[in-house]
């Protein structure tokens, strides 16, 4: 740790101790080839000490064409630290499911190391890979050689950003539909929505292949696709009891965690009753070998997930129940047209999708994206009576009367 000495950073120097890999000691190693890392760690060693972030606010820089993939940042000791007054961030997208070769990522490594700080965050909560601090000079021709080698920039800003997906059927026995396709399929068909923000605030798409959801689609995409079926789970009956020779407490681990007590286990046969099974893959996951999902797949389409900003945070609730997931994928584009379509017009603002779902009602959003309202959208029925009736109900009642 020769760097010691030279960086001043007592504070962060305690966090290359203990066992997880330090960030401390991995910019120190990127130091050694970037002067920009040596000032970055002198000044968060600074944040440290203060207790505030020394970063101005905002910062808007891109590159032609593109309304969005680049955060602009500044430091706010610009004369101490000119090593990073500016100190950019290119969002680049990521490979459907972060599947790369090392060819792959040396390119990725060749063209930083000659345009930025040499550091990375593998990956953005998003998903991109994050390109981290370089300045507004050096963004054009990071973007020009980032597109030879066939990468383009994720999205920022109010438009469509970056979809990403959970591994699925690459690597997954459990994906009911594949998860890399449409996700790359979305990421391409929508490339000028995600490059030219267009709308009233930003919207993303995440896709699970099940409904374990290892992206978490559900709370931290405004659209989220999880695969399911709807027809019988498939059980190999002689994995069943092998289960249980190896150990597992069927009746107890498995059909009395069953939230619609749909299963039975007599110790010979397993028996689901699938009319009832909500598809929680509580059992699958208990007895990987013995059950997996059916073979009339497909996916259920959520809606609405933000964080609290600004009427509290929302997980995505039910949109369509199931949707064949078949490639061209032109009924999942339509619907996400005419969401686009409403809220573009009729959102406020800095108005996620799911607050503006809120604010109109469902049932008027449902009628102006065309989708008829069906038991699954809702936990329960409502318990207040403020019931809005449309006006024609009125007519037919006083042509009644008359
Ligand atoms: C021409 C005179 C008035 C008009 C046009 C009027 C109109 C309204 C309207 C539109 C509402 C809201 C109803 C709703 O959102 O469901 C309301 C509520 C209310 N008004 Fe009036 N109002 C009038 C006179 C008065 C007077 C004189 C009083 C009291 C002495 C009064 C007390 C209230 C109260 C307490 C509420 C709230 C009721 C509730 O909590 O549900 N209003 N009024
Ligand atoms: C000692 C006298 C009073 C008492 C103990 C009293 C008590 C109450 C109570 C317990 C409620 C129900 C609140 C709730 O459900 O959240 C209420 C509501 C109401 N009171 Fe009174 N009240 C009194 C006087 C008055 C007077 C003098 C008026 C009008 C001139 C009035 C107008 C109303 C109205 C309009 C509401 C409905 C408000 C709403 O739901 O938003 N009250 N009152
Ligand atoms: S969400 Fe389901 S399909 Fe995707 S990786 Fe997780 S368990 Fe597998
Ligand atoms: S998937 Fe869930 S609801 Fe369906 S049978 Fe298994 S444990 Fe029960």
């Not at 760097?3 to 962060?12: A, Q, R, V, W, Y």
């Not at 981290?132 to 054009?140: F, N, V, Y």
């Not at 059927?169 to 396709?181: M, Q, S």
Request: hydrophobic share 35%; charged share 25%.
């Amino acid at each position: 740790m020769a760097e010691k000495g030279k960086n001043g950073t007592p504070m962060l120097d305690e966090l290359e101790k203990g066992p997880w890999p330090s960030f401390v000691s991995e910019i120190k190693r990127t130091a050694e080839k970037s002067e920009q890392c040596g000032a970055l760690l002198r000044l968060l060693e600074r944040s440290y000490e203060e207790k505030i972030g020394h970063w101005k606010h905002g910062g808007i820089v891109g590159v032609m064409g593109y309304g969005g993939g680049v955060i602009g940042r500044y430091n706010d000791l610009q004369e101490e630290f000119p090593e990073i007054a500016h100190f950019h961030t290119l969002r680049v997208n990521m490979p459907s499911g972060w599947f790369y070769t090392s060819d792959a990522l040396r390119t990725i490594c060749d063209i930083w190391e000659r345009h930025g700080s040499g550091l990375t965050n593998m990956h953005g909560s998003t998903g991109d890979i994050i390109l981290l601090g370089t300045t507004t000079d050096e963004l054009e021709p990071t973007f020009a050689e980032l597109t030879q080698a066939g990468f383009d920039l994720g999205g920022s800003g109010s438009d469509m950003r970056t979809p990403s997906c959970c591994v699925g059927p690459a690597r997954c026995e459990w994906a009911c539909y594949d998860t890399l396709h449409l996700t790359n399929d979305l990421t391409h068909h929508f490339q000028d929505e995600l490059h030219r923000p267009a709308f009233p605030y930003k919207f993303k798409v995440k896709c699970a292949g099940c409904p374990n959801d290892c992206v978490a689609s559900i709370a931290r995409a405004d659209m989220s696709i999880i695969g399911t079926w709807r027809d019988q789970i498939k059980i190999d009956q002689a994995e069943v009891k092998a289960a249980e020779d190896a150990g597992l407490n069927i009746q107890r681990d498995v059909c009395n965690n069953c939230p619609t007590k749909c299963i039975e286990w007599d110790g010979t046969e397993l028996k689901i009753d699938d009319e009832n099974c909500v598809k929680c893959m509580h059992c699958i996951n208990t007895m990987p070998k013995a059950l997996s999902p059916g073979d009339d797949r497909g996916a259920t389409i959520l809606l609405g997930a933000k964080a609290p900003i600004v009427e509290g945070a929302l997980l995505s609730s039910v949109l369509i129940p199931f949707i064949k997931i078949e490639p061209p994928y032109d009924e999942i584009k339509d619907l996400i047209e005419r969401i686009w379509d409403f809220w573009g017009e009729h959102g406020k603002n800095r108005e996620r999708v799911g607050e503006f779902m809120q604010r109109v009602g469902l049932g008027n959003f449902l009628e102006q994206i065309e989708v008829e309202p069906v038991p699954e959208m809702i936990a329960h029925p409502r318990e207040n009576p403020y019931v809005f009736y449309e006006e024609y109900f009125e007519e037919e009642e006083e042509e009644v009367e008359a």
